[in-house]
C-alpha cells in the first residue's frame, strides 16, 4: 500500500505560480511511477505530468513548457512546478503513483494509476 499527502494547493492570480508536493509513504515499490493528475468540472481527468519508469518525463501539450514534474527521491516526494498559470488551469489536483509495468526488461508508467491522494484544489482567478 502507499499513501500519498499533497499539499501546495490554493488561489493565485493568471500569471502566477504554484508548487505542489506530494509526499509518498509506505511501500516504496509501489511507487515506479507517480504522477499529477488534474480534473475539471464535467471533464475527465486528465494527467498532466508523469515521471518514472524506462519513459521520460511526459506532459499533457496544454502544460508543457510551463509545469514541470520532478522527485525527490530520498525523501519520495513529487513535486509539480506550475509557472505562467492560465484560468483553465483550474481544477483538482491528484498526485498518484503507481508499480508500473514490467514489459522487456523495463517499468512502464500505466494509462491509470493504482494509488491516489486526495485532491487539492488550484484556482487561478484574477
Known amino acids: 500500500q502507499v499513501q500519498l499527502v499533497e499539499s501546495g494547493g490554493g488561489s493565485v492570480q493568471p500569471g502566477g505560480s504554484l508548487r505542489l508536493s506530494c509526499a509518498a509513504s509506505g511501500a516504496t515499490t509501489g511507487t515506479t511511477c507517480m504522477g499529477w493528475f488534474r480534473q475539471v468540472a464535467g471533464k475527465e481527468r486528465e494527467a498532466v505530468a508523469i515521471t518514472g519508469g524506462a519513459a521520460v518525463d511526459s506532459y499533457a501539450a496544454s502544460v508543457k513548457g510551463r509545469f514541470s514534474i520532478s522527485r525527490d527521491i530520498a525523501t519520495n516526494t513529487l513535486y509539480l512546478q506550475m509557472n505562467s498559470l492560465k484560468l483553465e488551469d483550474t481544477g483538482m489536483y491528484y498526485c498518484?503513483?503507481?508499480?508500473?509495468?514490467?514489459?522487456?526488461?523495463?517499468?512502464?508508467?500505466?494509462?491509470?494509476?493504482?494509488?491516489w491522494g486526495q485532491g487539492m484544489q488550484v484556482t487561478v482567478s484574477s
Open positions: 498518484a503513483a503507481d508499480p508500473g509495468r514490467l514489459h522487456g526488461g523495463n517499468y512502464f508508467c500505466p494509462p491509470r494509476f493504482e494509488y
